[in-house]
């Protein structure tokens, strides 16, 4: 059996090798992709081989793994793996698709191969649909609930905390009510069509703001509007006058007349 890993931990990628020596004596490594950017290439690659089976981590440096899905039809069978619990789980949980939580142990390993043997032929040929509508259920999920970068982690941040996402030299952040930042490894375009439209409003070019952390709206010049915000910002927010009626709309949909 040929076998593709997608990790970015030398660690878990060794100990992940280790188990499969042990319990699959007769597979055969086809590598260690470390990066969005390097998976994208190998499956573009006409030359590569294609794995009977992929072992994907969720979380790479550069990005969530469901990224390369954008670029690529893969259409091998894929255990997804993790170091996070149900809690950030919950949007994973589809029938046919696996996952296994770090550190992998052999058991676990053991009963996801088992279940990928017992694919059937149409199950296999027709696996490229379920990672589609895994996919789109964790994007679905995500409307509550965000991956960010916090330090060396990755931790899950729930958009109720969110008073705006900020974009600035290509970097989006999200700033909280509490006053905490992190890095958000989406652009505002891909937020803008996660966010609960009642919730968010796209601002501008740089600024996605909350409802709840509107405090009051001034007419700036121009027939435009500026946002005050319950937090402090980085710059000023200008509604430009082409959308103050979207804006407006968006104010009475959230809070409708008696």
């Known amino acids: 059996m040929n076998i593709l890993i997608v990790e970015d931990e030398t ?8 188990i499969l020596r042990n319990i699959l004596p007769a597979h055969n490594i086809l590598g260690v992709l470390e990066t969005i950017e390097e998976t994208v290439e ?15 981590d969720i979380h790479l440096a550069d990005g969530e793994s469901f990224r ?12 997804f793996t993790t170091a996070y619990d149900e809690y950030a789980l919950r949007a994973f949980k ?9 550190p992998i142990k052999t058991d676990e390993l053991q009963r996801a191969l088992d279940k990928f043997t017992r694919l059937s032929s149409t199950e296999k040929n027709n696996y490229q649909d379920r990672i589609e509508t895994m996919i ?9 609930v965000f991956l960010v970068h916090f330090k060396d982690k990755i931790i899950p941040l729930n958009i109720d905390d969110v008073a705006y996402f900020y974009t600035s030299n290509e970097k989006v952040t999200a700033l909280t009510f509490k006053g905490e930042r992190y890095v958000v490894d989406r652009t505002l375009e891909t937020l803008q069509g996660s966010l609960p439209e009642d919730e968010f409003f796209r601002a501008n070019r740089q600024f996605i703001v909350a409802r709840k952390a509107v405090k009051d709206i001034a007419v700036w010049f121009g027939s435009r509007l500026s946002l005050n915000l319950t937090v402090e910002i980085p710059e000023k927010i200008i509604i430009s006058k082409a959308r103050v009626p979207e804006f407006k709309q968006w104010l009475l949909s959230v809070h409708p007349a008696n």
């Not at 190998?42 to 994907?56: A, E, G, I």
């Not at 390369?68 to 255990?79: K, N, Q, R, W």
């Not at 589809?94 to 770090?102: A, F, P, T």
């Not at 789109?136 to 509550?144: D, G, I």
Request: proline share 4%; glycine share 0%.
């Open 94 to 102: 589809v029938n046919s698709i696996d996952y296994i939580l770090k």
């Open 11 to 18: 660690a878990a990628a060794v100990n992940l090798k280790a």
């Open 68 to 79: 390369i899905f954008d670029s690529v039809e893969i259409d091998s069978p894929i255990i």
């Open 42 to 56: 190998y499956f573009q690659d006409k030359n590569s081989t294609r794995p009977d089976l992929v072992f994907m």
């Open 136 to 144: 789109e259920n964790s994007r679905q999920e995500h409307q509550r």
